[in-house]
């Protein structure tokens, strides 16, 4: 005896096995007409009938393990992510302090600019144009130009990906027969979702992706805290200590770069430049 479920005009429109609260609470026997008259109307095919082997039924199992174990593992790169990037920004925000370098040293006003905008663009150009003023005004310091150059276009694509992890969720996509693990924007999403599949596309990103944007965020935050100290250098000892402060920057910057040889994301790298150096 199923449940049935009725549309606004009273007709038969679904038969369910057990009760669905709010939409087929009403009970009829089998050989009801309008039971009948579904089922003649909508067959159930014989595949659906055929219960799931035991190889199929394993096989699903192992299927769906899986994939919690990257949902997981989805997660805490997601989460590993986001502390990164606070990192990040106390690395920038030392910088500034740095460059202005008020006294007494005790001063907060550096972090009070700083932190003052809402949104990391609005943080990251204030650290851009002091720099560019401080190497204007110390022209022995330009030798930061080239190397600030660098952090700034990485700054700018690890920004990219901060906002994808920001905007997105774990999602488990189904394309084409295949099923992708995503931190991915809503499915929903027009645009970022369903435009980019029937291009061959995979929307969001995958663990490694994330992973590895990790990597990059760590390194950055290291190549900022040797900026740091190469300007603190500069204002202790004076402009001609500024080169011997300078190796551990490039063999930073260079071990970003390195990062970069594995490719980009799937989604493609678009380029973006904010006014630098």
Not at 247 to 274: F, M, V
Request: hydrophobic share 35%; aromatic share 6%.
């Amino acid at each position: 005896m199923p449940y049935v479920q009725r549309d606004f005009g009273g007709h038969v429109t679904g038969l369910f096995s057990v009760k669905q609260p709010g939409h087929a609470e009403e009970l009829l026997p089998d050989d009801h007409p309008e039971v009948v008259a579904y089922r003649e109307k909508h067959p159930i095919p014989p595949e659906l009938l055929k219960p799931p082997t035991k190889e199929e039924i394993q096989s699903s199992r192992r299927e769906h393990e899986s994939n919690e174990r990257e949902l997981k593992e989805l997660d805490a790169a997601v989460v590993h992510h986001m502390k990164l990037w606070s990192h990040l920004e106390t690395a920038l925000s030392a910088l500034l302090y740095e460059i202005l370098h008020i006294q007494p040293r005790s001063s907060l006003i550096p972090y009070v600019i700083y932190y003052s905008p809402d949104g990391f663009d609005a943080r990251q150009k204030i650290v851009v144009r002091v720099l560019q003023r401080f190497i204007r005004e110390n022209p022995k310091c330009v030798v930061l130009k080239r190397h600030w150059e660098t952090i700034n276009n990485e700054l700018q694509k690890a920004k990219d990906i901060r906002n994808k992890v920001a905007h997105g969720a774990p999602l488990i996509l189904g394309i084409r027969g295949n099923k992708y693990i995503r931190h991915s924007p809503p499915a929903f999403d027009v645009r970022l979702v369903g435009e980019l599949i029937p291009t061959g596309t995979i929307p969001g990103l995958s663990v490694e992706e994330i992973k590895k944007a990790n990597q990059k965020i760590n390194k950055l935050a290291e190549c900022i805290d040797d900026t740091n100290r190469a300007i603190a250098a500069f204002h202790q000892f004076g402009p001609d200590t500024l080169q011997k402060s300078l190796p551990p920057l490039d063999a930073n910057l260079q071990a970003l770069q390195s990062l970069n040889s594995g490719g980009q994301t799937q989604e493609g790298e678009e380029n973006r430049d904010i006014q630098g150096l």
